[in-house]
């Protein structure tokens, strides 16, 4: 069974804190991609990472592959109310139409 | 319209009712998707069309029954439900294979089973 852990699961700061989110499993996935996920919401998209050890930068975001393409890190800096959600990593499993969805990681950042 | 749309966002409805949900995507994907999203569990992938042809069921229980007429639409047909199937119903598109193009999700169908 393909799984993805994510932790933690709940992370509540302060405005202006850096926080990291880390997604790992033991199974490799052709590409990983991130979403934020906010109440009665879809998931949206924020990134996809395709090659092993690739960082992609979004703003104040920070996203990062593992060389062997079985984990990633979402890193946060200066964290703001707005970056509030549901964070969630899926990996896509290649030949397949099948994407392996993380176990979520709930933020809350207070003003 | 763009992107992925999902009509009605809510629905309740008792254990006999007969119910569907409605996506349609208008971002020229091939791949549509449903998802089941339940409190503290992973996002579970129900089904997959590719080009209108069915290429995942996941298990899913005969009382969810999906149609998918053209890589537009996609439909979720519901009967005799149980009060665990309440959740939030996703549906998602995307191009080609996974990992090949990223994956739309509308959103969402936030269903009461009474």
């Known amino acids: 069974t393909q799984l993805l852990e994510q932790s933690p699961q709940f992370l509540s700061i302060q405005e202006g804190e850096n926080l990291t989110v880390y997604c790992n499993s033991s199974?490799?996935?052709?590409?990983l991609q991130w979403y934020r996920q906010e109440p009665g919401e879809g998931p949206v998209l924020l990134v996809t990472v395709v090659t092993g050890g690739e960082v992609k930068k979004l703003k104040r975001l920070t996203f990062q592959f593992g060389d062997a393409r079985k984990d990633s890190s979402l890193h946060i800096t200066a964290a703001q109310p707005g970056d509030t959600g549901l964070y969630l990593c899926?990996?896509?499993?290649?030949?397949?139409?099948?994407?392996?969805f993380g176990t979520g990681t709930r933020l809350k950042v207070l003003a | 319209e763009t992107g992925v749309t999902q009509t009605p966002r809510h629905l309740v409805m008792g254990m006999t009712n007969k119910k569907s949900l409605k996506c349609e995507q208008h971002l020229g994907h091939n791949a549509m998707y449903w998802y089941k999203q339940s409190a503290k569990k992973p996002l579970e992938l129900m089904f997959v069309?590719?080009?209108?042809?069915?290429?995942e069921n996941n298990s899913v229980p005969s009382r969810f029954s999906p149609e998918c007429p053209n890589s537009s639409h996609l439909f979720l047909h519901l009967h005799t439900l149980q009060p665990e199937d309440s959740a939030l119903y996703l549906c998602?598109?995307?191009?080609?294979?996974?990992?090949?193009?990223?994956?739309?999700f509308g959103p969402g169908t936030r269903l009461t089973v009474t």
């Open positions: 899926a990996g896509a499993i290649r030949g397949t139409y099948k994407y392996i």
């Open positions: 998602a598109s995307s191009q080609g294979l996974a990992g090949g193009g990223e994956q739309y």
């Open positions: 069309y590719n080009f209108k042809e069915q290429t």
């Open positions: 199974s490799v996935f052709s590409s």
